[in-house]
């Protein structure tokens, strides 16, 4: 179930139907449903802030909701709260702000996105940095995207002591022309390859520097 159909709400029950999975989207605005209408199997005009509106259409048989709300933070607490009342199993919310977030943690909500704030910081690396792509897995963990540096192309990975030396992991390689793969001990780097890094944000963030 995703309520709120802005553009993150929108973009996301579209691909989940892509992906093949059964979704009900629900907003308020009339236009909006009807827009949607011939895209979504299930899209209905209701006040996900009404009790009674979420009861009649049995959101309480949905083992997953989000709440993509943004604009309106008295609306999306509401409707986190609600879904909280009506023990759906799994809930996850848009915040706006890390205030809002912490609002939505303490309602009940299981799992916070905050988009805008999220992009920021990854669009932040990769325009500052050597780095071809950057996601942050964890509070303190990324996966880095780069070029290996001179130091380790013709080299067996095993002989480079990158864990030891630079806190760092090289879980995948793509060379030119092939499809990423899993790197081994035995894999040896060459120039105009892309490689997978795993570690710290901080030690990631330098090893992607080295040149």
Do not use: C
């Amino acid at each position: 179930m995703v309520i709120g159909l802005g553009r993150f709400g929108t973009a996301l029950a579209l691909e989940l139907a892509r992906r093949g999975s059964e979704v009900l989207a629900i907003d308020h605005r009339p236009k909006i449903v009807q827009a949607l209408a011939g895209q979504l199997t299930h899209v209905v005009t209701a006040d996900a802030t009404d009790l009674q509106a979420l009861r009649e259409l049995g959101v309480a048989e949905f083992h997953r909701a989000v709440v993509a709300i943004g604009g309106d933070l008295e609306a999306s607490i509401l409707t986190t709260s609600l879904l909280t009342e009506l023990e759906v199993d799994d809930i996850w919310a848009k915040a706006v702000t890390h205030q809002h977030k912490r609002i939505l943690e303490r309602i009940g909500a299981h799992h916070i996105v905050l988009p805008e704030s999220d992009m920021g910081e990854r669009v932040a690396h990769l325009v500052s940095g050597r780095m071809l792509d950057y996601i942050e897995v964890d509070e303190n963990f990324a996966l880095v995207k780069t070029h290996p540096p001179r130091d380790i192309v013709g080299v067996p990975l095993g002989d480079t002591r990158l864990r030891s030396r630079h806190g760092v992991t090289v879980v995948s390689v793509k060379s030119v022309g092939e499809q990423f793969t899993y790197a081994t001990a035995d894999t040896v780097l060459q120039y105009g390859d892309v490689i997978l890094v795993a570690g710290t944000i901080a030690e990631a963030e330098r090893f992607a520097e080295r040149r």
